[in-house]
DNA sequence: ATCGATTTCAAACATATGTTTTAATCAATC
DNA sequence: GATTGATTAAAACATATGTTTGAAATCGAT
């Protein structure tokens, strides 16, 4: 059934791939069909055959890999959460903090693939195309709302509404550098090394987001 | 004259505004020409005729507004350093972020075309689309190495390339909150006011990015 | 009113797009 | 080895796009 075949059966993964990494250089709408089917080296109508559509496939290449990373970082967040819960007392909003923005910078340097994938996040929460932020905003919903509530409970002194913004701010931020670091190109941006590692970058976003949010 | 007559006159004026409208909407890439000249009310030649191309006509847009916010923006922060060298200190990091944060925000509620263009700036800059990308940041690079430089002094006890990531993450902040403002369905952010005033969303984000800078 | 320049208009152009169709190919089953 | 079902291939389809064209309309000045 659905077993790789020896012969033929990568057709379906690598258009997969090449969309992921095109639509991470070029956005949703600067895609066509036939630069997808080109690099991956099969045929137009391949696309339209597994994947139905255009937007089919755009939903299966954000959760390939928006799935197992969401997961990964809601489990970070209940460990947070778990942990003050035996200690009897607030999450620590470093930790929380932490417990978002690592595993999607460790996701991001991974593997290439995954790398590239991670621009197109960063990207595609502010992309003027719906049906790119539609998608995406769908799955990330639900973590977002564990990340709010947890957030609440390391800060309790401040306003519900005053924690919201500052996690826009320090989603903002986050999106944005992984932005920036998914420049192919860095003649736009002068005195910045966009190659830094997971670690570093933790290093430098960390503090700054920390300080914001206790502000 | 200038009366206002369906046949004559100020065709190149509404297309301006027209573009900037469902630029800001559907992004430059999800703008047809004939969307821009069917609000507009007028013929479709009409943009190569008065821009010469699209790209053209995107250039005129963002001029009209950037060049005149970019040299408010640009006074606010000479005149901080011009005080901070005439008193023989620092300028406040405090002082430096609001000359740049608070022109914009007050220039997104003088007008509601203003506002729209705002919002246009905030996705713009992560766009995928290399036309969009390159014209924004071909027009706010000296402004922006200007608020380098300044904050570099405001923070002399950091490294400058820590400095410049701080600002890249104040950015970030600032263009996605600039983004959040601009949604017309609220549908996707919930509990959130995306409506507030200029001095309401000064008094969040400055605290915010005050305290990341001073980390 | 007339002339020349500018602007508007309808139509066509050339290309690009997502999608569908129909036939060929392949792998496994009987 | 023929049959069957799934996959691939080439072509066409329908529509959308930015741009150009040449004629008509409009305007400003003589």
Same mark, same amino acid.
């Given at each position: 059934?659905?077993? *790789?075949?020896?012969?033929?059966?990568?057709?379906?993964?690598? *258009?997969?791939?090449?969309?992921? =990494?095109?639509?991470?250089?070029?956005? =949703?709408?600067?895609?066509?069909?036939?630069?997808?089917?080109?690099?991956?080296?099969?045929?137009?109508?391949?696309?339209? =055959?597994? =994947?139905?559509?255009?937007?089919?496939?755009?939903?299966?290449?954000?959760? #390939?890999?928006? +799935?197992?990373?969401?997961?990964? /970082?809601?489990?970070?967040?209940?460990?947070?959460?778990?942990?003050?819960?035996?200690?009897?007392?607030?999450?620590?909003?470093?930790?929380?903090?932490?417990?978002?923005?690592? &595993?999607?910078? +460790?996701?991001?340097?991974?593997?290439?693939?995954?790398?590239?994938?991670?621009?197109?996040?960063? /990207?595609?929460?502010?992309?003027?195309?719906?049906?790119?932020?539609?998608?995406?905003?769908?799955? *990330?919903? &639900? +973590?977002?709302?564990?990340?709010?509530?947890?957030?609440?409970?390391?800060? &309790? #002194?401040?306003?519900?509404?005053?924690?919201?913004?500052?996690?826009?701010?320090?989603?903002?931020?986050?999106?944005h550098t992984?932005n920036i670091c998914g420049k192919f190109s860095t003649d736009d941006i002068e005195y910045i090394n966009t190659r830094l590692?997971?670690?570093s970058l933790?290093?430098l976003i960390? &503090?700054f987001?920390?300080?914001?949010?206790?502000?």
């Amino acid at each position: 059934m659905n077993s *790789i075949s020896p012969t033929q059966g990568d057709t379906k993964q690598r *258009i997969l791939d090449s969309a992921e =990494y095109l639509f991470a250089q070029n956005g =949703y709408r600067g895609t066509s069909l036939r630069a997808i089917t080109g690099k991956a080296d099969v045929n137009l109508a391949a696309v339209n =055959y597994h =994947y139905g559509s255009k937007d089919g496939l755009l939903e299966e290449v954000i959760k #390939r890999r928006l +799935l197992p990373l969401n997961r990964t /970082r809601m489990q970070r967040i209940d460990a947070v959460r778990q942990k003050a819960r035996e200690r009897g007392n607030k999450p620590d909003i470093r930790a929380v903090l932490m417990a978002f923005i690592e &595993p999607t910078l +460790l996701f991001k340097e991974s593997t290439p693939e995954a790398g590239t994938f991670v621009t197109f996040i960063g /990207r595609s929460m502010t992309d003027p195309d719906d049906t790119v932020r539609r998608v995406f905003q769908r799955f *990330i919903m &639900p +973590l977002f709302q564990i990340l709010f509530e947890t957030t609440c409970e390391a800060l &309790p #002194r401040l306003p519900r509404d005053i924690v919201l913004w500052r996690l826009h701010f320090t989603l903002g931020s986050l999106f944005h550098t992984l932005n920036i670091c998914g420049k192919f190109s860095t003649d736009d941006i002068e005195y910045i090394n966009t190659r830094l590692d997971a670690d570093s970058l933790l290093a430098l976003i960390i &503090p700054f987001v920390t300080a914001g949010m206790k502000a």
